[in-house]
């Protein structure tokens, strides 16, 4: 199997890598700008390492190409997301998994709910819905970064649990859930 990690230096594409690393024997894709001197291998003969943006196609294309899944660490960018989809569909890559935050559906209740809404702001939350290719794509699942204890001691969000909405059936992932990994 071959993954290709778009956003490969994100917070959540490190953690993703790493359980992928550690549970599957697929082949890894890391994608990043300056990805060669952002990012460093553990398994050079399971990981490559790709410089590029998400607008560059003819650079998507080659990455993309004989892939069975993309994971993207962010939808915040709609014309590079648009263009992911659209080389998606011309490599016939049919499966997306996106890591988005907690409650961009609206579907977190009572006051967290709230309070999560106020954290994300109502222009981050139509942002990522309308960048958010779903209806293009076959086979899709969203990564709902979720917050227990709510921030670290940095200040910035925990991302240690994720939930999942959409389970793909179209390839088998790993026997044990990625999310109870990290």
Same mark, same amino acid.
């Given at each position: 199997?071959?993954?290709?990690?778009?956003g &490969? /230096?994100?917070?959540?594409?490190?953690?993703?890598? @790493?359980?992928?690393? *550690?549970?599957?024997?697929?082949?890894?894709?890391l994608? &990043?700008?300056? /990805?060669?001197?952002?990012?460093?291998?553990?398994d050079p003969?399971?990981?490559?390492?790709?410089?590029?943006?998400?607008? *560059?196609?003819?650079?998507?294309? @080659? =990455?993309? !190409?004989?892939?069975?899944?993309?994971?993207?660490?962010?939808?915040?960018?709609? $014309?590079?997301?648009?263009?992911?989809?659209?080389?998606? !569909?011309?490599?016939?890559? $049919?499966?997306?998994?996106?890591?988005? +935050?907690?409650?961009?559906?609206?579907?977190?209740?009572?006051?967290?709910g709230?309070w *999560?809404?106020?954290?994300?702001?109502?222009?981050?939350? !139509?942002?990522?819905?309308?960048?958010?290719?779903? +209806?293009?794509? %076959?086979?899709?699942?969203?990564?709902?970064?979720?917050?227990?204890?709510?921030?670290?001691?940095?200040?910035?969000? !925990?991302?240690?649990?994720?939930?999942?909405?959409? %389970?793909? $059936? &179209?390839? $088998?992932?790993? =026997? @044990? %859930?990625?999310?109870?990994?990290?």
């Open positions: 199997m071959k993954i290709v990690i778009l &490969a /230096a994100g917070q959540v594409a490190q953690k993703v890598i @790493k359980a992928l690393l *550690n549970q599957t024997d697929a082949q890894l894709v994608y &990043a700008r300056d /990805a060669s001197t952002r990012l460093q291998t553990t003969r399971r990981e490559q390492l790709v410089d590029g943006d998400f607008e *560059n196609i003819a650079q998507l294309e @080659k =990455a993309l !190409n004989g892939a069975d899944w993309v994971f993207i660490d962010s939808v915040e960018d709609k $014309k590079g997301m648009q263009t992911i989809v659209r080389t998606m !569909n011309a490599t016939g890559v $049919k499966q997306l998994i996106v890591a988005t +935050s907690l409650g961009i559906y609206g579907e977190v209740p009572g006051k967290f709230e *999560n809404q106020q954290m994300l702001g109502d222009v981050t939350l !139509n942002q990522m819905a309308e960048t958010l290719p779903f +209806s293009k794509t %076959p086979v899709s699942t969203t990564l709902s970064c979720a917050w227990p204890g709510c921030m670290t001691r940095k200040g910035t969000p !925990n991302t240690s649990l994720l939930s999942v909405t959409n %389970p793909s $059936k &179209a390839h $088998k992932l790993p =026997a @044990k %859930p990625l999310h109870n990994s990290f």
